[in-house]
């Protein structure tokens, strides 16, 4: 069975913060790993991994892939209060589903 | 430039009751999912169409059933409610396999 954990489950910092959030996954026939954010409703797409090693970054975030240790990370510097919001890693494998971690809710106080 | 509707936004529903979740893309995307996210939890998939034409379940598809209309559209029945259905349903899209989902805002349902 496909798994994939996040850590933390929550965490709370304040403004001007930087944070890492991890992904670890279990599946068979691994294709990508993608980050989406998840605010009152909808879950947006933030980034893709399929690479390890390679560093995805948009503005203050930015994300890594590690293939052989079967994890990712999520990195947010500078955090503002409108980072506060789920953060969700799915996997996606060969057969084309997606399994999604439970997500990290992330509290940014100002 | 709508992305991904879904209608309703809210429902209640009795015990044993039947509903069809509407979802509508326009971005001309093959594939189509549905995921329900339960409190505390992330995402896990109904069903999907992974081309208009086919289906296949995913990681809980016990008490739904789906239609793939058309390349647009992809419905999600449920038959026979029942309480542990409540939850929140996404309707997703994407290109093909290997490339990022695009949501819809969601149908809050309550069985009671």
């Known amino acids: 069975e496909d798994k994939v954990v996040q850590s933390p489950l929550s965490l709370v910092v304040h403004e001007g913060d930087t944070v890492t959030l991890n992904c670890s996954y279990e599946?068979?026939?691994?294709?990508?790993l993608l980050w989406y954010k998840q605010e009152k409703k909808a879950p947006t797409f933030l980034f893709m991994l399929?690479?390890?090693?390679i560093e995805k970054k948009s503005g203050r975030l930015s994300s890594i892939l590690d293939k052989k240790e079967l994890f990712s990370i999520l990195n947010i510097t500078a955090t503002q209060t409108g980072d506060s919001a789920v953060y969700l890693c799915?996997?996606?494998?060969?057969?084309?589903?997606?399994?999604f971690g439970d997500g990290t809710t992330l509290t940014v106080k100002p | 430039n709508a992305g991904v509707t879904q209608t309703p936004k809210f429902q209640v529903l009795k015990t044993g009751q039947s509903m069809t979740l509407q979802c509508a893309q326009d971005m001309n995307h093959n594939s189509m999912y549905w995921y329900r996210q339960d409190p505390g939890m992330g995402l896990r998939l109904i069903y999907y169409s992974a081309s208009e034409g086919t289906t296949d379940k995913g990681e809980v598809p016990n008490g739904y059933n789906v239609s793939r209309l058309n390349k647009r559209e992809f419905s999600l029945r449920l038959e026979s409610a029942a309480p542990s259905q409540t939850s929140v349903y996404f309707c997703?899209?994407?290109?093909?396999?290997?490339?990022?989902?695009?949501f819809g805002n969601g149908t809050r349902l309550t069985v009671t």
């Open positions: 997703a899209s994407n290109r093909a396999f290997n490339s990022p989902l695009h």
């Open positions: 599946v068979t026939n691994f294709r990508s």
């Open positions: 799915a996997v996606e494998t060969n057969a084309g589903k997606s399994t």
């Open positions: 399929t690479s390890s090693g």
